[in-house]
């Protein structure tokens, strides 16, 4: 059964940076593509970064790409969202998700597991 928790988030000033991490339990790290996720109030929830684990290829949305970073530590099955430059549009609950599989994917049918998420606001 795999579990995802998801860390980091908090209340930040635009322009600042903030690092989310995610946990990943319950099977083998290296057969799940993961990624990040997030759900502004009153919007549709929005692809944001996605890690292939065996080829380590990484995609981003448009509204993040050059500001946020996605990496892996695979001594600790963990991927971390590094947000830099952080607007007030980025303010949303981000959710870690993993698919059985290796190729990315930018779709939230794409993904099985979910974490519980994790605040992040940005105020200016």
């Known amino acids: 059964q795999v579990r995802l928790v998801e860390s980091g988030g908090g209340l930040v000033q635009a322009g600042e940076s903030l690092r989310l991490s995610c946990a990943f339990s319950?099977?083998?790290?290296?057969?799940?593509?993961m990624g990040w996720f997030r759900r502004a109030p009153m919007k549709e929830r929005e692809f944001v970064a996605a890690?292939?684990?065996?080829?380590?290829?990484?995609d981003y949305g448009d509204p993040v790409k050059g500001r946020f970073t996605m990496t892996r530590d695979d001594a600790k099955n963990t991927v971390y969202l590094q947000m830099n430059s952080l607007k007030a549009d980025d303010t949303a609950i981000y959710y870690c998700?993993?698919?059985?599989?290796?190729?990315?994917?930018?779709?939230?049918?794409?993904?099985?597991?979910w974490g519980p998420g994790t605040q992040v606001t940005v105020s200016s």
């Open positions: 998700a993993a698919d059985f599989g290796f190729r990315l994917g930018s779709a939230v049918h794409e993904y099985e597991y």
């Open positions: 319950g099977s083998r790290f290296n057969n799940y593509r």
């Open positions: 890690i292939n684990w065996s080829a380590g290829a990484v």
